[in-house]
Every structure is written in structure tokens, then in C-alpha cells.
């Protein structure tokens, strides 16, 4: 049994705080496996990655006049930016009869690549990097966090969001590549809802028949 809630548009430290809700929920069997989606207000959020914090760019001054918050988190990776034309997923579930956190990202990656397909983009992984590339340019990242081997944060994927926002940081520390989004990349972009149902699709498609 599982199931996907849509939370709108939400502040980030609001929706980490109902992800913890829902993970002592699921750590508890008082909820199934649960995808969460939802669209951040701007806001650069830095992982635990080691000097990640020294990847934010703009100043106080340019991030109050952007709109843009900054906040520290527990997840895995570096500083990445989630903002409005963004799907963030938030997968909570279970993974103590898999514990393999590093098939865990790779199976992520997979639902991000065969997203993308679906809308004429061929996405790859980049040895050594997570997320998701289109050659060099990264449509997708992803961070994770486990607790008691239930899993929250989750990946970001860029359907149309202010890829300018992303000047504002080094994105996920990488010095290599670039940003970019399905609106870029698609001669004729999808709807956001149409991105939400196939991405729904295809997760449950990979992850679905987990027991």
C-alpha cells in the first residue's frame, strides 16, 4: 500500500517539519510509503557535505532584494535552490527490508531519467555526481536523508523554475556544469501537472512493488 500527497506551494522549513511528522508516522505503521510533492517559496537550502556553505554567492543584501531564504539542512549533498516551477519529492518510506542506500539514489536517478524521456529529453547520471544530466547540464539533484531507515528529503526536478536564481550559488558545489530545466530543453514544454502525473507514474512504477 502506498500513496502521493500534493502540498502546494510551502515554505521549506514548513515541510521539513511535516516530512519529520510523517517519518515518526511511517517509523510507527500509522501510514504507508508516501510520495510528497510540492513547488518551495525561493530558498537556497545547504546539506551537510563538508565547506557546502561556502558555495552561496550572493549577499545578504542580494538575496533579500531575490526574495531568497537560506536555510541549513540535514540532508545529504551540497547548497542547491528550490523555488516556485520546481517539483520537489519527498519520498517516506520504508526501506528496512532494503537497506541500501546507494541503490536507494540510483533508483531516484532512474524515475528522474524516465520523467524526462517521456517528454523527448535523454537524461543521464554523471560518474561520481548525483542527480541528473543532460550532457553537462544538470535538470534534476538529489538529497537524501534516512531515519531509522524510513527516508525523507527527496530530489528536485526543474520543470520551469528561475534558473537565474541558481547565480546566486555554486549548484551542489559543482564548478563543471550548468543548470537547466524542461522548459529549456523541450520545444514544446510540458504543463507542471503533466510533469506531476508522470513523475507520480513512474515512481510508483519502480517503487510500487516493493514489500
Not at 85 to 92: E, S, T
Not at 134 to 158: D, M, P
Request: a neutral charge.
Amino acid at each position: 500500500m502506498s500513496q502521493t500527497v500534493d502540498w502546494g506551494r510551502t515554505d521549506y522549513k514548513e515541510a521539513w517539519d511535516r516530512q519529520l511528522e510523517l517519518v515518526s508516522a511511517r517509523k510507527a505503521g500509522q501510514c504507508p510509503d508516501t510520495l510528497v510533492l510540492n513547488e518551495h517559496n525561493p530558498v537556497y537550502t545547504i546539506g551537510v557535505r563538508p565547506g557546502a556553505d561556502q558555495h552561496l554567492v550572493w549577499t545578504e543584501q542580494m538575496l533579500a532584494r531575490q526574495g531568497i531564504e537560506v536555510v541549513r539542512t540535514n540532508r545529504g549533498g551540497d547548497i542547491t535552490y528550490h523555488g516556485p516551477g520546481q517539483i520537489v519529492g519527498y519520498p517516506i518510506m520504508n526501506l528496512a527490508e532494503h537497506r541500501d542506500l546507494h541503490a536507494y539514489l540510483r533508483q531516484l536517478e532512474e524515475v528522474l531519467i524516465r520523467t524526462v524521456a517521456h517528454f523527448g529529453v535523454t537524461a543521464t547520471r554523471r560518474e561520481g555526481k548525483t542527480g541528473i544530466w543532460i550532457e553537462t547540464r544538470k535538470i534534476a539533484a538529489i538529497g537524501v536523508a534516512v531515519k531509522s531507515w524510513i527516508t525523507y528529503h527527496g530530489f528536485a526536478l526543474n520543470v520551469q523554475p528561475e534558473l537565474s536564481h541558481f547565480d546566486g550559488i555554486v549548484p551542489c558545489g559543482i564548478t563543471d556544469g550548468t543548470v537547466t530545466s524542461l522548459e529549456k530543453e523541450c520545444p514544446d514544454p510540458p504543463l507542471m501537472g503533466q510533469v506531476k502525473s508522470r513523475l507520480v507514474l513512474e515512481f510508483w512504477n519502480l517503487f510500487g512493488n516493493r514489500t
